[in-house]
């Protein structure tokens, strides 16, 4: 029966591609969860909208997630606050486990979500809905920017003729801090069906409604994971372009998914 089953199924992945096929399935079978953390993510986004009065506000806006990471945090926000482009507010979603003391800088915002969600698109989208720019970056807590990063992206995106998101080559770290690989693979969204090379860490794009991350509930054993599910999504009707330098310092957890990049 598995013989007769997977000559079928073989057939698909190669149509379709496995990661488009995975996310249909888990968009059928973890829809509800969706739904709850829909609701959540509205009566959170417009609880913290009240206590930072104003929505910050500038040329780009850079969200950062955060959990239990407090030195990991710190460093991520200096790499933010210290980019070259100035026109920039950086807000920090923590997820529901309290934050650290952070730099006074007035581009700095710090909110954290009443309870723990464990669904990372809930928090970034919470971050993208508190704030207003033309543009966005993401950088999780245990990742790294070169001080170039929303330069170069920013300089592609506003180009004549140029692109509605960029996103650069990402440098691979191990734990130990010595480099692993650069991981620079140019956009193509054929491609992107059957590989998971997009990372939203070296993500920049313009504001639209498409700019929302996936709410299914993906525990770790759930692919594709919400940084493929975005990028790949918001490049329908919109041009995506890869940058090839790498302007990301990214740690590789052992665990990961994509140690096999």
């Given at each position: 029966?598995?013989?007769?089953?997977?000559g079928?199924?073989?057939?698909?992945?190669?149509?379709?591609?496995?990661?488009?096929?995975?996310e249909?399935?888990?968009?059928v079978l973890?829809?509800?969860?969706?739904?709850?953390?829909?609701?959540?993510?509205?009566?959170?986004?417009?609880r913290?909208?009240?206590?930072?009065?104003?929505?910050?506000?500038?040329r780009?806006?850079?969200?950062?997630?955060?959990?239990r990471?407090?030195e990991?945090?710190?460093?991520?926000?200096?790499?933010?606050?210290?980019?070259?482009?100035r026109?920039?507010?950086?807000?920090?979603?923590d997820?529901?486990?309290?934050?650290?003391?952070?730099?006074?800088?007035p581009?700095l915002?710090?909110?954290?979500l009443?309870r723990n969600?464990?669904?990372?698109?809930?928090?970034r989208?919470?971050g993208?809905?508190l704030?207003?720019s033309?543009?966005?970056?993401?950088l999780?807590?245990?990742?790294?920017?070169?001080?170039?990063?929303?330069?170069?992206?920013?300089a592609?995106?506003?180009a004549p003729?140029?692109?509605?998101?960029?996103?650069?080559?990402?440098?691979?770290v191990?734990?130990?801090?010595?480099?692993?690989?650069?991981?620079?693979?140019?956009?193509?969204?054929?491609?992107a069906?059957?590989?998971?090379f997009?990372?939203?860490?070296?993500?920049?794009?313009?504001?639209?409604?498409?700019l929302?991350?996936s709410?299914?509930?993906?525990?770790?054993?759930?692919?594709?994971?919400?940084?493929?599910?975005l990028?790949?999504?918001?490049s329908?009707?919109?041009?995506?372009?890869?940058?090839?330098?790498?302007t990301?310092?990214?740690?590789?957890?052992?665990?990961?998914?994509?140690?096999?990049?």
């Amino acid at each position: 029966m598995r013989r007769v089953l997977r000559g079928p199924w073989e057939l698909l992945k190669r149509r379709f591609g496995w990661l488009v096929l995975y996310e249909l399935r888990n968009k059928v079978l973890l829809a509800p969860t969706a739904l709850r953390l829909r609701r959540f993510e509205d009566a959170e986004t417009a609880r913290l909208a009240r206590t930072l009065n104003r929505r910050p506000t500038a040329r780009v806006a850079t969200v950062i997630a955060t959990h239990r990471r407090p030195e990991a945090l710190l460093r991520a926000v200096r790499s933010a606050l210290e980019q070259t482009v100035r026109d920039q507010v950086v807000i920090v979603v923590d997820d529901g486990a309290g934050l650290p003391e952070l730099p006074a800088d007035p581009r700095l915002f710090a909110v954290s979500l009443r309870r723990n969600t464990g669904v990372a698109g809930v928090v970034r989208n919470v971050g993208i809905r508190l704030t207003a720019s033309r543009y966005v970056a993401f950088l999780d807590d245990d990742n790294l920017w070169e001080p170039e990063h929303l330069q170069e992206a920013l300089a592609a995106l506003t180009a004549p003729g140029g692109p509605d998101g960029v996103y650069t080559a990402l440098r691979r770290v191990r734990p130990d801090g010595t480099d692993m690989d650069v991981l620079s693979v140019p956009f193509d969204r054929r491609r992107a069906a059957h590989e998971a090379f997009l990372d939203t860490n070296a993500f920049v794009a313009r504001r639209t409604r498409a700019l929302r991350f996936s709410r299914l509930r993906r525990t770790p054993e759930v692919l594709p994971r919400e940084d493929w599910e975005l990028i790949r999504r918001y490049s329908r009707g919109r041009r995506v372009a890869h940058l090839a330098r790498p302007t990301v310092r990214y740690l590789v957890n052992p665990g990961s998914f994509y140690t096999s990049w």
